[in-house]
C-alpha cells in the first residue's frame, strides 16, 4: 500500500486510533528494539505524558522493520502532524515532547504527514525520502508499526477481519481458486504454490483435517515472522482460519520457535481476542464454520522447520523428518490430512482476501506474485526487515534499502537463505530475487534472511561457521546428513587451521555432493549448498587457505599465527 | 522437584496422552528449573511411556536440560549476524571471565550458566546475548563485564 493511501486509511480509522485524545504516541517495541531499551523509552513517555497534562493515547506497537534507527517514536496530531522520531533512548524522550508540544521540529527524523504546523518542517524530509523505508513495497507489513498489535480494533479499524467474511461468503473452492489465480507460492523457502497445496488438502479423503502454521522460524539471520507476529498478528489468525475454511478443517496449531518467546506470546493474545470477536470459535460470521487455533511452543529443534519433523514434534516425539510421500497432504498430523503454511504465507493470505486478486497480483516477477519480507543483517549500513515485490534485484535490497556494507569496506558477498542457501559473489547482485533464479545461482531463496559480508569477513570461516551450524543441529536418523557433515567440518577445521592440502578441497566437494545427494531431508539436502557456492565462487580464497596458508580477512586465527611462527 | 500430585495435576491439565508429554516436561522445568530424573520416572510410570523415550525426548530438544542451572542463564547468539559480528570473541571471553573449564557450562557457585543460543532474531543488533529474559544488543568485552556486575 501506498504511503497516501496508508494515511487515507489511518484518517478513516481515526475515531478507534486516537480513542478520544487530541494526540496519538506510538512507540515501536519488539524483541529487537526490547535490546535496546523500547520498554523504558515507552514507560518514560507514559510518565511525561501525565506529568505534561498532554492529551495522548500512547500506544505499544510493533517494530517497523527499521532495527538500525530503534528506538522508534512517532507523534501524530489529529488531523496534524505526524512526526518520526528515532535513535531514542529514554533521556531524550523529554526533549523529542518539549520541541513537538512548542511547535518545533527539532530532533524530527521524518514526517509522514506534513501540515505546515511545525517550525523547520520543510527542512524535515518525508518518512517516504528514506530509502530505506521508501522504496519498500509494505503489504503485510503495512500496518506493523502502525497498530497496537494487541488491541483487535485497531486492526478493525483498518478493515482487519474483512478478508475472513469475504472469504466465507464463498465456497471453499473458490477461495482456493482465488488463491490459484494469485499465484501466491509458500514464503517459507521451497516456493510451491500455495493454491495447489491447499486442493490437495481440501481434496484428501477424511473428515478430520488440520492446519499447521509453521512459525519454527531457526534459520539465523530471518527474522520476518518474528517481526509480523509481534507487530500484526492478527493478520495471520486471519489468514489461518481462511485457511482452514478453505480445506475444510476444524482445528488449527501454529508452532513456534523456542527462542522467540514474544512471538507466541503475541499470537496467543490474538487468537484470544480473536475467540472473543467470534472469529475462531463456533459458527463464525453466523456460517456453519467453526475453527479454533492452538499455540504451540517449540522445546527447540532447528529441524522442526521440516514439515514431517515438525508434525512428530507436535505428536511428542523426536523431531525426526519421515521420507515423503505421503505427504502431509494426504498423511500429517495424527495421520490425518495436513496443510502445513508459513507464517508470512498466511499474512499474504488475509492481505489477498482484505485488497483483492487485482491488487495482489499487480507486482511480482512473472512466476512469482507479490512481494516478500527480506531481514537484512550482517556488514549492512542500514540492518532491518524490508518488503519489497519479487523480482527486486539484490542490489536494490542490499545497496538502495540497506544502504550498502560500512564505508570504507568492499562488498564481498550476501548469503542467503540461512544455513541452507548460498553466498552470492558481487557479480550475480543484479539477479533478481525470485525462486528460480536464485536456484539457477546455487542458492535459494529460503525464509528471506540475508547475512551482508564484507572484506572483513572470511568466505571460509562463514563457510565452516555454517557447517557447524547444521551439523550440530542434523537430527542424526539419516547416515549421510549425519555422517558426512561431520566428516566436511572435520576438513574444513583442517583449513582453517592451517592444515589443509589441496586435496581436501576436492575430497569437500565430493563430499559435499554426496550429501546433497543422500540425505532424507531437506536440512541434509540443502546443508553443503554453503560449501557448494563458495568453493564455485571464492575458490581462490580456499586456496590461499590450504596452498598460501594465508587468510585475507585475518579471521583463521590458528592459520594466521602457524604462518608467522618460524619455520623449523 | 515436583510432588506427584503436581505432575498428576499437569498430566491431567494437558490430557493423558503423547502430544501432550512436551508440554508436560516444559512445565516441569518452569518449575523446577531443569528435569529432575525422579520426575520424568514419575511422569514415565503415570503417562505410561517408556522412561528411555522421554530420556530420548529430553535429549533430542535444546531447551531441555537434565542438570540444574546457575541463577542467572546466559545466551550468547550463534547466528550469522553474530558469527559475523565476532560472538566468538565475546563466548571465550566469558567464559574465561567466569572461569568455565572444558564441557562445564556452569559457574561452581551456581551462579551463571553459560549456553551457546541459535538465532534470537534480533540480527541488527549483533553481536547479542541474553540473561535470563533481558537481551543486551552491539555486545563488546566491557559491555559484558559492565552487564556481568549487575548480576553478581
Known sequence: MSEEKLIQEFQKAEDVLFNGHQYRITVGVSTCSLAKGADKVLEKTKEEIVKRGIDANVVRVGCNGMCYSEVNLEIIKRDGSWAVYSYLTPDKVPNVLDAFFSGSSEYVFAFRRKMGTLKGEEQVPYLTEIPFYGKQTRRILELVGIIDPLNISEYEAFGGYDGLKSALSKTPDEVIDIVKKSMLRGRGGAGFSTGLKWTFVKNASGNEKYVICNADEGDPGAFMNRLTAEGNPHSIVEGHAIAGYAVGASKGYIFVRAEKPLMAEMLSKAIEQARSKGYLGKNIFGTSFSYDIEVILSAGAFVCGEETALIAAIEGNRAMPRPRPPYPATKGLFGKPTLVNNVETLAHVSYLFRKGLENFISVGSEKSKGTKVFCLAGNVQCPGAAEVPLGTSLRTLIFDIGGGVPKGRRFKAVQTGGPSGGCIPEAYLDYALDYETLASIGSIMGSGGLVVLDNTSCIVDVARYFLTFTSAESCGQCVPCRIGLQKMLEIMDKIVQGDGTENDLFLLESWARKVADSSLCALGQTAPNPILTTLKYFREEYEEHVRDKKCRANKCLKLVLKARLPKK | ?152
Not at chain 2, 535429549?59 to 542451572?69: C, I, V
Not at chain 2, 574465561?96 to 557450562?105: A, F, I, M, P, W
Request: glycine fraction near 6%; proline fraction near 3%; include cysteine.
Open chain 2, 1 to 152: 522437584m515436583l510432588t506427584k500430585e503436581e505432575i498428576e495435576g499437569l498430566i491431567e491439565k494437558y490430557g493423558n496422552k503423547r502430544s501432550s508429554l512436551i508440554r508436560i516436561m516444559q512445565e516441569i522445568q518452569k518449575k523446577a528449573g531443569y528435569l529432575p530424573k525422579e520426575d520424568l520416572a514419575v511422569l514415565s510410570q503415570q503417562i505410561n511411556i517408556p522412561l528411555s523415550k522421554i530420556y530420548g525426548i529430553a535429549t533430542f530438544y535444546h531447551q531441555f536440560r537434565l542438570k540444574p542451572f546457575g541463577k542467572h542463564v546466559i545466551q550468547v547468539c550463534h547466528g550469522t549476524a553474530c558469527h559475523v559480528k565476532g560472538n566468538d570473541v565475546l563466548w571465550d571471553f566469558l567464559r574465561e571471565k567466569l572461569k568455565l573449564r572444558g564441557s562445564e557450562d556452569t559457574t561452581d557457585d551456581l551462579l551463571f550458566t553459560v549456553q551457546k543460543a541459535r538465532c534470537f532474531g534480533a540480527c541488527s543488533m549483533a553481536p547479542v546475548i541474553k540473561i535470563d529474559n533481558e537481551i543486551y544488543g552491539n555486545m563488546t568485552k566491557e559491555k559484558i563485564e559492565e552487564i556481568l556486575k549487575k548480576y553478581s
